[in-house]
């Protein structure tokens, strides 16, 4: 992996946006999807998308978290690369019934349905400080339940990092901490 700085970052999210596959009306009409596996399928993009976002968190969240939840689906393979290389817990946020033992679960709307989320409440201490990770950020539903989930196991958000924000949507308004909201790659549709 290259190392990065403000001018490589720039560099690279500009390949990662030209490579990313686009699928129009999937999973449904009206939605225009990214596809990360198709950026992880690419050993070039692969290091290109860890390198931005390993960039970011050194940047904005160093010293700041002391665990990282990656989203299902895609921000499972996205946060547990990251916690690996980073070496700090890696906490998985599932659909229901994916998890065993005891779980806190949060209901939510998205851009093309109704979902629930948990999280296993034994991995995340009290006080903790998480750093949630997903894919993209669209109307913010997602990342809203997580915010409920680790409040909800008495943890405190330390932050969002997402590889795309489709910023017309405004989704980090449903969000607690908008402020806190980094992206790598903001997308006009």
Do not use: N, W
């Not at 229901?96 to 209901?107: N, Q, T």
Request: with cysteine; net charge neutral.
């Amino acid at each position: 992996m290259e190392s990065f700085t403000e001018e490589t970052l720039a560099a690279a999210t500009k390949e990662i946006a030209a490579k990313v596959l686009k699928f129009q009306d999937f999973p449904k009409k009206g939605i225009c999807f990214y596809d990360l596996f198709s950026l992880l399928h690419d050993p070039r993009q692969r290091s290109l998308v860890f390198g931005s976002m390993l960039y970011i968190i050194r940047r904005d969240f160093d010293g700041k978290f002391d665990a990282i939840a990656g989203l299902d689906s895609r921000g499972l393979a996205l946060g547990l690369h990251l916690a690996e290389v980073l070496k700090v817990p890696f906490i998985a946020v599932r659909k229901p019934g994916k998890l065993p033992g005891e779980c806190a679960s949060a209901s939510f709307k998205k851009e093309y349905g109704e979902d629930t989320l948990e999280i296993q409440r034994h991995c995340v201490a009290k006080g903790m400080r998480v750093l949630l990770v997903d894919d993209l950020l669209a109307t913010g539903g997602t990342l809203s339940a997580c915010d409920k989930l680790v409040e909800t196991c008495e943890g405190k958000v330390a932050g969002y990092l997402v590889l795309f924000t489709i910023t017309a949507l405004h989704g980090e308004k449903m969000l607690k901490y908008p402020e806190l909201v980094k992206t790598v790659i903001s997308l006009s549709d």
